[in-house]
């Protein structure tokens, strides 16, 4: 069945450094791919999506590029902030289930001042 | 309320006792969704409805979980003579038609279910 391999955490990183969380994926047909993240007492929220190839979805100044040819959906930021600190999840969407998204394990990004 | 409510937010019961968990989801959105979080592990699908049918429930674990919605509105999560190994934390998430073919899911803050 579908589904997503995200990197394992913790990540801890320096406020100001680049951000690169793995993510790939294994599906049948053409899902839609997303990065939702869950900040310290909060539900999940989407973060970015892409919807088909060669896509690039972007918020926060975080990006992530729908690779077809390399299933992967990573997801980076050029300079990471203190507030950035959560947990990401990397998710995709078929077409059964009423679009209910498949999920990785979550990967905590802790940054430090 | 403005977001996805859930309640309990913590719960610690007995083994083989019944459990219930309510979820509200926004005003509006037709789509309700019920994941399981276990310590360590992704989010795992179990039930969605649509409406108050609920087309999917393949990712129920066991005849021990139930659920059911009323109208568009408030969902309970029912799981029966609980076990050790249902401890975890269930999230509900709500998304509107056009948001539901979108990919985009309102989450609860979760209920954290504690089995002992």
């Known amino acids: 069945g579908d589904s997503v391999t995200q990197m394992e955490g913790p990540v801890t990183l320096s406020e100001e450094a680049f951000l690169t969380i793995n993510c790939t994926y294994t599906?049948?047909?053409?899902?839609?791919l997303f990065w939702y993240v869950q900040y310290p007492g909060e539900g999940l929220q989407l973060l970015l999506k892409?919807?088909?190839?060669?896509d690039k979805g972007s918020n926060k100044g975080f990006e992530a590029t729908y690779r077809k040819e390399t299933t992967s959906f990573h997801l980076e930021k050029g300079s990471v902030q203190v507030s950035d600190s959560a947990v990401y999840f990397c998710?995709?969407?078929?077409?059964?289930?009423?679009?209910?998204?498949?999920f990785g394990k979550g990967t905590s990004l802790l940054v430090t001042p | 309320g403005a977001g996805v409510s859930q309640s309990p937010s913590n719960k610690v019961t007995e083994k083989g006792k019944d459990v219930e968990l309510r979820c509200d989801p926004i005003s509006g959105h037709t789509a309700l969704y019920w994941y399981r979080q276990r310590l360590g592990q992704g989010l795992e699908f179990l039930i969605y409805?649509?409406?108050?049918?609920?087309?999917?429930k393949s990712g129920l674990p066991s005849d021990r979980f139930s659920a059911e919605r009323t109208g568009e509105s408030v969902s309970t999560l029912t799981i029966q003579r609980t076990q050790q190994e249902d401890s975890a934390v269930y999230l509900c998430?709500?998304?509107?038609?056009?948001?539901?073919?979108?990919?985009?899911?309102?989450f609860g803050e979760g209920s954290r279910l504690t089995v002992l």
């Open positions: 998710a995709l969407s078929g077409t059964n289930s009423g679009y209910a998204l498949n």
């Open positions: 998430a709500s998304s509107s038609p056009s948001g539901r073919v979108a990919g985009e899911l309102f």
């Open positions: 409805f649509q409406g108050n049918s609920a087309p999917d």
């Open positions: 599906a049948t047909g053409y899902p839609s």
């Open positions: 892409a919807t088909k190839a060669d």
